[in-house]
């Protein structure tokens, strides 16, 4: 049995989501609380196996919340956000730096046409979240626990025309991490497919601009690749990179479930093969894993990232299973690591 604490102001969303979470039978909720407050002395006091939180709450709210709870008694967070205003949005994903491990739009009334979907994608996040492992959020970073990792060194500069990064679950933390670790001439673009609820994805490019010295957008058909820019795949498209290295964008089934999906943005890059540098990051599923192995055997460079960081190694773990990964790292050592393969661009 899953235990479930709610946070969430409003007594008829609080009704809302304790009927949609304990319709399953594996799902029981043992508290709610209206306020921050109310939610870190819940915390405390019932250790849930997983906590919703909604980030607009009076007094505390749900960004301060989340850190006050990673720091004082460690549960997995989920985000259940019921707007996709860029204010919130942007807490939303702040609330993820500071421990959050996931973000789910809240499900739509009975009667709306995506009702039994977004109840779906509720009810499954909030299952496996609460199989995630957390660990405890210093209010201040300490010392690091050892010395870095030794750099790879510049034998490793290669010649490259881009980079490819696939993310799900857990992923926004990581990207942010590896965007904030890139030079700010950084020599070749980065594109990027993340799962995330529709109409997130926006904040989700705002939020990544604010992290990296490299300029972040959404991407858009035709769009031709920059040096030293990255672009996000927008909500309900699919996103390759076509002739001459613009980006294309298709309206075509789902692949593995999902659009935008990792496996058709890696089955662009076959063509360009050993240029190309192919990430897979934390998330659930297998979105990406076998496509990051046909990429390696056309010659392209292939990291996964570790189990130890990852919120959920589904996609990465099934990659490593493939032998599709060149490299395992956790995200700072993934900045590190495209950073000796890339050498920097000349700057004017």
Not at 63 to 68: P, Q, S
Not at 143 to 166: E, Q, T, Y
Not at 315 to 324: F, H, S, T, Y
Request: aromatic share 4%; with cysteine.
């Amino acid at each position: 049995m899953i235990n479930v604490l709610i946070v969430e102001d409003s007594a008829v969303v609080r009704e809302f989501l304790i009927g949609m979470l304990t319709a399953d039978p594996q799902v029981r909720v043992i508290g709610t609380a209206r306020s921050g407050e109310e939610a870190v002395a819940a915390a405390q006091r019932l250790r849930p196996d997983v906590i919703t939180m909604d980030i607009q709450l009076p007094g505390m709210d749900g960004f301060a919340a989340t850190r006050r709870i990673m720091e004082t008694t460690p549960v997995p967070i989920v985000i259940v956000s019921g707007t996709v205003d860029p204010r919130e949005v942007a807490t939303t994903f702040r609330a993820m730096e500071v421990g959050a491990v996931a973000v789910v739009a809240r499900p739509y009334g009975l009667g709306h046409p995506h009702h039994a979907g977004t109840v779906r994608d509720l009810v499954q996040t909030v299952k496996l979240m609460a199989e995630v492992k957390v660990v405890r959020r210093w209010a201040a970073a300490g010392p690091p626990a050892g010395p870095p990792p030794a750099p790879l060194g510049a034998a490793l500069g290669g010649r490259f025309d881009l980079v490819a990064i696939g993310a799900s679950t857990g992923g926004p933390a990581a990207l942010g991490q590896i965007l904030a670790g890139l030079r700010p001439d950084f020599a070749v673009p980065v594109v990027i497919v993340q799962h995330i609820a529709a109409g997130f994805t926006p904040g989700l490019v705002d939020w990544l601009a604010q992290a990296s010295p490299c300029p972040v957008q959404l991407a858009t058909a035709g769009l031709a690749l920059q040096a030293g820019h990255v672009y996000v795949a927008p909500d309900g498209a699919h996103l390759g990179v076509g002739p001459g290295g613009r980006c294309t964008l298709a309206q075509a089934a789902p692949v593995y479930g999902m659009r935008p999906a990792v496996a058709h943005l890696f089955r662009s890059l076959v063509p360009y093969g050993a240029r190309t540098v192919a990430v897979l990051l934390t998330g659930m599923g297998k979105d990406g894993a076998a496509e990051l192995k046909v990429l390696y055997d056309a010659g392209a460079t292939t990291i996964a990232q570790d189990a130890a960081s990852s919120v959920v190694h589904g996609m990465p773990g099934a990659a490593i299973a493939l032998g599709a990964a060149q490299y395992i790292r956790d995200p700072a050592s993934i900045a590190e690591l495209l950073g000796d393969l890339i050498p920097p661009r000349r700057m004017l």
